[in-house]
């Protein structure tokens, strides 16, 4: 969601990630992801072969993972099948008795409907008319029942990467596996699938439908209901974000603010 965070030194068998920042425990909870992945969902992630600090700096060293990222355009049929593959085989590995010991993922729902409530939106002058319209309609959501519930406790807990940038998929042709663990934790698929469906990487070029996704995961009733009520919760999240001041606003080129504003209505509306 911010800027980037790490080096990458890649080898022909071997990543050396040595990170930039590291005052909410990333190397921890990277290593501690690809442990756990390594022995629940062997093949899923890289290999965790080392973790070492030089000149101070943190690095953890892992396999190099065959593939190519995706995100370069929309999913072929292979490509999507993959990714609902591999996808569910992540929030389905680790056992409970495991996650036990893990923390949340870094800006899980409780943070981030937390961060909501103090917000600065800034002058409202500077974006007038149907975004601020939509910011008006956020503020309101926020506080709304829905948004308490989505913020309160885990309704199902599982294993999440807690990145929603496609480009930390890769694909071989025949298989889907994950990278970056940096944010990683305990939290909700629903969640989960819903930060890769609305992050602005993906959801500004259209390289995912979500009903789609939603489809080949085969996921209905509750679960899919709160898959809806979390892309809300990120759509408030992205547009706040997209504001003049916000952190992506200098990010990503013009308009991008209000066609985010447009699609948060869409979202926020459709509740």
Same mark, same amino acid.
Do not use: C, Q
């Given at each position: 969601m911010g800027a980037t965070t790490h080096d990458l030194t890649i080898g022909?068998?071997?990543?050396?990630?040595?990170?930039r920042s590291w005052d909410r425990g990333e190397p921890d909870r990277e290593w501690a992801g690809l442990v756990l992945l390594h022995e629940h969902a062997p093949g899923l992630a890289p290999e965790p072969l080392a973790r070492r600090e030089v000149d101070g700096v943190p690095e953890?060293?892992?396999?190099?993972?065959?593939?190519?990222?995706?995100?370069?355009?929309?999913? @072929?049929?292979?490509?999507?099948?993959g990714l609902a593959a591999a996808l569910d085989r992540l929030h389905a590995a680790v056992p409970e008795a495991a996650l036990a010991g893990q923390p949340e993922r870094l800006a899980g729902p409780a943070?981030?409907?937390?961060?909501f409530g103090t917000w600065d939106l800034g002058d409202p002058a500077t974006y007038a008319g149907p975004v601020a319209e939509t910011v008006d309609l956020a503020r309101t959501w926020v506080e709304s029942d829905e948004a308490a519930r989505l913020g309160g406790p885990l309704a199902e807990r599982s294993f999440g990467l807690a990145d929603?940038?496609?480009a930390n998929a890769l694909w071989d042709g025949a298989t889907c596996?994950?990278?970056?663990?940096?944010d990683a934790g305990v939290s909700d698929p629903a969640y989960e699938v819903a930060d890769l469906l609305?992050?602005? @990487?993906?959801r500004l070029p259209g390289l995912l439908d979500p009903d789609d996704v939603v489809r080949r995961l085969g996921w209905t009733g509750e679960r899919a209901e709160r898959v809806a009520g979390f892309r809300r919760m990120f759509g408030v999240f992205w547009l706040f974000m997209l504001l003049p001041g916000g952190r992506a606003h200098h990010r990503n080129p013009p308009g991008t603010l209000e066609d985010q504003a447009a699609w948060t209505?869409?979202?926020l509306e459709g509740a």
């Open positions: 022909d068998r071997e990543v050396v990630k040595r990170y953890v060293v892992m396999t190099r993972l065959p593939g190519h990222a995706l995100g370069d355009g929309p999913l @072929s049929e292979g490509e999507a099948d943070e981030l409907r937390g961060w929603g940038n496609l596996r994950w990278v970056d663990f940096e609305e992050h602005i @990487s993906v209505r869409g979202l």
